[in-house]
């Protein structure tokens, strides 16, 4: 059984003596009631008896290139990307098939279309309304069709405006004056 992750540090400090009493005591309430927790205790304990017992002298010195293969190496592990971090500790038994089932799931979406939630609005077009006895219409084929939408009468007394207009002075040209005009003699 494993210990509780979070609690792995505050055990490791509890089994060297360098807890404060209140965390100390929570901690071993914790420790109590929980396996993993309490084996772990045990196994840094012993950790820490082994260290203590060991002898170390102080005449043994480290190579100068002991210093500059450390330095290096912490160096190097100081500049590693965040991708290199990641890739080195990524675990590919699990990271396979997640990748596998996302690219299911992306395929199964693209497979199937989507219908909008929303159907888009619907434009609906007014008639302008134009009060009776008012001429200023043009007589375009647009006018011509929403009078005659709306009733015939409509249709027949704009066509009629139209006829009583007073014809302009400008000159009116339609597209058989400017073929004839181009057209060889």
Known sequence: MKPCFSKRKL????????????????????????????????????LGKRLAAVETTP??????????RLVSRLSGEQSASLWEILAARLNWRIALPVMGAAAVVIVMLSLFPRQPAVSPPVRIARPVVV?????????????????????????????????????????????????????PD
């Open 59 to 68: 005449e043994i010195e480290a190579s100068e290139s002991f210093h500059r």
């Open 11 to 46: 055990i490791a400090w509890l089994a060297l003596g360098e807890l404060d009493a209140p965390r100390a005591q929570a901690l071993r309430a914790h420790i109590e009631t929980c396996d993993g927790c309490r084996r772990y205790l045990s196994e840094m304990s012993a």
């Open 131 to 183: 009060p009776p006895g008012k001429s200023d219409l043009s007589p375009t084929v647009a006018n011509y069709q929403r009078a005659a939408s709306r009733s015939p009468d409509e249709l027949d007394e704009l066509l009629t405006r139209q006829a009583n207009r007073k014809p302009s002075h400008a000159p009116i040209y339609t597209a058989s004056i400017f073929a004839s005009a181009n057209m």
